[in-house]
C-alpha cells in the first residue's frame, strides 16, 4: 500500500513538473527567446516522443530564428521515421517555403495530399496543418476527397470556412446550406456564420446571392428547410410580407403551429410594418383552432385598429370586445383579454373609473403571480392616467416586490420611477432608474436610462428644478392623451425657459405631439430649432431622422428627405436609425428595391 501511495505521489509530482515544462516552453516562444525555446521543446520532444507537437515547437523555433537549414535536416529525419506524423509533410513543406525553394515545397504538399487519399483517417489532421499555415487550397482537396471517398467524414464545416476566407461567398453558401441538409442540427451554428456575411440592405451583394441560391434549391429540391431560410432572410431585412410567403409555405405544407406565423406578426408591429402584421394576425384568426391564439390574435389585431381611428367613434371596436367575451367569458385564460379592454376604456372611452372597476373585478379571480402581476401594473397605469399616484405606487411596487427577479418586476420599478417623476419626487426616480440602467430588457434599460437623463441634465443648473417640474407635468399630460393641453405646458418652457437644458428635449416632446395632431408644419419648425440651435446635443440625430420622415411622407418631397438621412449616414454613424436613414436613402437614391 505504502508503495503504491509513493508511486501515486510521485506520478503526481511529475506530471506537475511536465506541466511547468510546457508552460516554459510556449513562453519562451511567446516572448522570442527561441533558443531557450528550442532546449525546453527539445527536452519536453525526447520526454515524450509521440507529442509532435513538441517537435513541431522545436522547428517553429528555428524557423523564427531564420535557421531553416537546421530544421529540414530535423524534419527530413523525422519523416523518415516508420509511422511518421503525416502533418510532418506539411511542416517539412512549409520550411522549403520559407528557403523560397517552392518546387521542394510544393513535393512535399502533395505527398501529404496524397497520403490521405490512401488513409482517409488522416485528413482531419492534415487538412488543420494546411490551414494552419493558410494553405487553404491544399486543405481544400484533402476534406473534399475525403468526402468523396467516404460520405462519413463530414467535412462541410470545414469546407465553408475555407471558402469564407478565400472570399468565395458563393461556395461557402453553398457549403453551409449543404451541411444543414445532412445536419440539421447545425442549423443554428451555419445561420451565425452566414449572418456574418449579411447585411440589413436586402440589396446588398451578399444578400443577393444568398436569397438566389435558396430560391434555386427550392426549386430543383423542393424543402421545407429552404422555406425558413428563406423567412429568416427577409425577416433579417425586415421584409415581413415577404417572409410570411415563406411561413404560409411552411405551415401549409406540415408544420401543424402557428407560432412561427405568431412570431412573424410579433416582429411586424415592432418595426410598425403593420399592414403585414393585420394579413398576418388575420390569417391566424382564421387557421388557428386553438382559443387562446385566436384570443391572442384578436387582441393585437384591435389594438392595431384601436390606433386608426381618428374621430373618437369606437363602436367597432367595442363590438368586437363584446363578441370576443360572449365567445370566451372572463377567467384565468382572458387575462390579458380583459387587461386591453380596461385599457381600452380609460384612454380610449375616457372611462378610467370603469376600468378600475373592472380591473379590481379582474384581480379577484384565481390568478398565477404573473396574471396577477399584469393586472396590477394596468391597474396602477390607470391611476397614473387619474393622477392618483401614491395609489399606483402600492401596486407597482407589489408587482416589484413579488417579482423582482423577473422582467416584470422590473418593469414595474421602472414604473415607480415613472410615476414618481410625474409626482416631482425626482430624487427617487432618479435612484430607481440608476438600478435599472442594467436591465436584463434591453427595452427598460433603454427607457430608464433617457428618463434619468432628462432628471440629471436638468436638475445641475436649476436646484429648484422648474422647468423640469413642468416638463414632468407635459408628460403626464401626453401620458393622458391631452395633447392640446401638453403642447401649452411645453410652450410655456419654451417660452420661459430659453437657453436652459431642458428647451431642446420641450422641442422634441412638442413636435412629436404635434405631429401625432397632423401639424406638420410646426413639427417641421421645432426639428429645424433643434437642427440649428442644438446641433451638438444628443437629440439632434432624431430631429433629423424626423425631419426627413416628415418630408418624405408629409410633404411629398423625397429630395430633400434624402438630404436628412444623408446627414444621419455621414455624420451620425452611432445613430439608433442609422440602418433605417441608410435603407431609405437608397431607396430614394434608385437602387433596385427586391
Known amino acids: 500500500m505504502r508503495y503504491i501511495l509513493c508511486l501515486l505521489i510521485s506520478l503526481g509530482m511529475y506530471t506537475t513538473t511536465f506541466a511547468q515544462n510546457d508552460a516554459l516552453a510556449r513562453q519562451y516562444y511567446e516572448k522570442g527567446e527561441y533558443k531557450k525555446a528550442i532546449v525546453a521543446f527539445e527536452k519536453l520532444y525526447k520526454e515524450s516522443p509521440r507529442k509532435v507537437n513538441y ?47 517552392s518546387l521542394s515545397a510544393k513535393k512535399y504538399y502533395e505527398t501529404a495530399v496524397q497520403y490521405t487519399e490512401s488513409k482517409i483517417s488522416a485528413s482531419y489532421i492534415v487538412g488543420r496543418a494546411f490551414e494552419k499555415k493558410s494553405l487553404l ?33 458563393e461556395k461557402m453558401f453553398a457549403s453551409y446550406l449543404d451541411l444543414i441538409k445532412n445536419r440539421v442540427e447545425q442549423k443554428g451554428y451555419a445561420q451565425r456564420i452566414i449572418s456574418q456575411f449579411l447585411r440589413n440592405d436586402p440589396n446588398d451583394e451578399n444578400n443577393i446571392l444568398f436569397r438566389k441560391i435558396l430560391l434555386k434549391r427550392n426549386q430543383q429540391e423542393p424543402n421545407l428547410l429552404w422555406n425558413e431560410l428563406l423567412s429568416w432572410l427577409f425577416i433579417q431585412q425586415k421584409q415581413y410580407k415577404r417572409a410570411f410567403i415563406q411561413e404560409k409555405a411552411i405551415y401549409m405544407q406540415g408544420d401543424a403551429s402557428l407560432q412561427r406565423i405568431f412570431d412573424l406578426a410579433r416582429m411586424s408591429m415592432e418595426d410598425d410594418d403593420n399592414e403585414t402584421a393585420r394579413e398576418v394576425l388575420t390569417y391566424i384568426i382564421e387557421k388557428s383552432n386553438q382559443n387562446e391564439t385566436i384570443i391572442r390574435a384578436s387582441q393585437l389585431l384591435i389594438q392595431l385598429d384601436i390606433e386608426t381611428v381618428t374621430d373618437g367613434n369606437y363602436d367597432e371596436i367595442q363590438q368586437r370586445f363584446d363578441n370576443l367575451f360572449i365567445a370566451y367569458p372572463r377567467d384565468y385564460r382572458t387575462v390579458l383579454l380583459q387587461r386591453d379592454y380596461a385599457n381600452f376604456m380609460a384612454f380610449q372611452k375616457n372611462k378610467p373609473d370603469a376600468a378600475i372597476a373592472y380591473l379590481k373585478e379582474t384581480i379577484q379571480q384565481p390568478l398565477n403571480k404573473r396574471q396577477l402581476a399584469t393586472v396590477k401594473l394596468a391597474l396602477g397605469d390607470i391611476l397614473v392616467y387619474q393622477e392618483q399616484f401614491n395609489q399606483a405606487l ?48 434591453q427595452l427598460i434599460a433603454n427607457d430608464a436610462l433617457k428618463l434619468k437623463l432628462i432628471i440629471s441634465d436638468n436638475s445641475l443648473e436649476d436646484s429648484t428644478q422648474t422647468a423640469l417640474k413642468k416638463y414632468a407635468k407635459a408628460d403626464l399630460l401626453a401620458y393622458q392623451l391631452k395633447e392640446t393641453e401638453a403642447i401649452a405646458k411645453l410652450e410655456e418652457i419654451l417660452q420661459n425657459h430659453k437657453g436652459e437644458k431642458i428647451e431642446d428635449e420641450a422641442l422634441l416632446k412638442q413636435a412629436e405631439l404635434y405631429e401625432k395632431r397632423g401639424e406638420f408644419d410646426k413639427a417641421r419648425l421645432n426639428y429645424k430649432k433643434i437642427i440649428q440651435f442644438f446641433k451638438e446635443d444628443i437629440l439632434v440625430d432624431d430631429a433629423y431622422y424626423a425631419m426627413a420622415k416628415l418630408y418624405l411622407n408629409q410633404f411629398d418631397d423625397p429630395d430633400t428627405a434624402k438630404d436628412y438621412f444623408e446627414e444621419i449616414i455621414f455624420n451620425h454613424q452611432d445613430s439608433i436609425h442609422y440602418v433605417e436613414a441608410q435603407k431609405a436613402y437608397r431607396k430614394l437614391r434608385g437602387d433596385t428595391v427586391n
Open 394 to 441: 402600492i401596486y407597482f411596487s407589489q408587482v416589484q416586490t413579488t417579482l423582482k427577479n423577473d422582467v416584470i418586476g422590473q418593469d414595474a420599478r421602472y414604473r415607480v420611477a415613472r410615476t414618481s417623476y410625474y409626482k416631482g419626487d425626482f430624487e427617487w426616480a432618479e435612484t430607481q432608474l440608476k438600478v435599472l440602467k442594467s436591465s436584463v430588457s
Open 55 to 101: 517537435f513541431i515547437g522545436m522547428i517553429n523555433s528555428y524557423q523564427q530564428m531564420e535557421d531553416f537549414n537546421t530544421a529540414e535536416k530535423l524534419l527530413l529525419e523525422a519523416i523518415q521515421k516508420p509511422k511518421s506524423n503525416p502533418i510532418l509533410l506539411v511542416e517539412t513543406g512549409f520550411n522549403y517555403d520559407l528557403k523560397l525553394d
Open 137 to 169: 487550397d491544399y486543405a481544400l482537396r484533402v476534406y473534399q476527397q475525403a468526402r468523396a471517398a467516404n460520405p462519413n467524414y463530414n467535412f462541410l464545416n470545414n469546407i465553408a470556412r475555407i471558402y469564407g476566407e478565400k472570399g468565395d461567398i
